[in-house]
């Protein structure tokens, strides 16, 4: 009988599909496990009348969608939005790693918004903050350098909500060394793993470039990139850190060593984490068109 039943309301999903208005009084069907009339459904478009089925049916018909109801995390697209704040409201980053002269704090849920940049086999999703931080990060010098790429995972981190988010990381980070045992080029070496976040997130929203979230000054709007540099054109040599301009580009870098004249110097910028959501999640709502519209989690 169910299986009976099954064919049944894919006959009528056909024929809301195909006519997408109510029809007469005249029953469609019944049975012994459930009546479906037709005057009950008042209805006038596919979407509303998808969910009245559900709702009389006690689930989504089987091959479809239900508005309303929850959806497997598969039907997001690369580019979607979606809306997700993080656990935190403060997180400390110490100036012990950082090489500045005082702790900073920062607030992770203020990065609410996402786009999804990754759908991974494992039923996994990545996604990249749509917007960056609205404070930066202060770091300096060798000890800056030194620890740069495992800060900005640990900010990264701070993003987490443990209800929805599998791992974490910042834009750039694939498997550099996140801190140097000493400051030297074998210990703390130029890497290029950066380049893999970096086409990722071209490839599925066009460009790198982003504003700072709402509060934040955009007419400065350089973020980290998790990579460090080498340069050798004098008086500049020394070693550097990767950023992303306020016009999107990638290939500019900022030097916290200057091995010419031996000066360290301060980087002051705010960052863009990148999360990966458990294949388990289901969305809860919205069609992740748009920033308004953003799928929201269960």
Not at 199 to 210: D, H, M
Request: aromatic share 10%.
């Amino acid at each position: 009988m169910k299986k009976r039943i099954k064919q049944i309301i894919g006959v009528i999903i056909g024929i809301i599909i195909g006519i997408s208005t109510t029809v007469g009084a005249t029953t469609i069907f019944n049975s012994k496990d459930i009546t479906y009339s037709s005057d009950k459904t008042t209805k006038t478009n596919v979407k509303d009348s998808l969910d009245e089925l559900y709702n009389k049916t006690g689930k989504c018909p089987e091959g479809q969608y239900c508005f309303g109801k929850s959806m497997p995390l598969s039907i997001v697209e690369i580019g979607d939005y979606i809306s997700m704040t993080p656990t935190s409201t403060i997180y400390t980053v110490s100036k012990s790693l950082t090489g500045y002269t005082s702790d900073q704090t920062i607030n992770p849920s203020e990065l609410n918004l996402w786009r999804v940049i990754k759908k991974n086999e494992n039923g996994t999703v990545e996604m990249i903050s749509h917007y960056t931080s609205r404070v930066g990060i202060q770091i300096y010098g060798k000890i800056g350098y030194m620890n740069y790429i495992g800060i900005l995972n640990k900010v990264a981190a701070a993003h987490t909500n443990d209800k929805y988010i599998q791992s974490t990381r910042h834009i750039g980070y694939s498997n550099q060394i996140e801190y140097c045992s000493e400051f030297s080029d074998t210990a703390c070496p130029v890497d290029t793993g950066a380049e893999t976040d970096v086409s990722l997130v071209e490839n599925a929203l066009g460009t790198l470039k982003a504003e700072r979230v709402s509060g934040g000054n955009n007419s400065n709007n350089y973020y980290m990139i998790s990579s460090r540099g080498y340069r050798t054109d004098d008086p500049w040599t020394g070693y550097d850190v990767r950023f992303v301009d306020i016009s999107g580009r990638y290939t500019v870098t900022h030097s916290l060593q200057n091995q010419y004249n031996g000066t360290e110097s301060l980087l002051d910028m705010v960052y863009r984490p990148i999360l990966t959501i458990k294949s388990s999640v289901k969305i809860a709502s919205g069609d992740g068109k748009s920033a308004e519209t953003a799928y929201t989690l269960e």
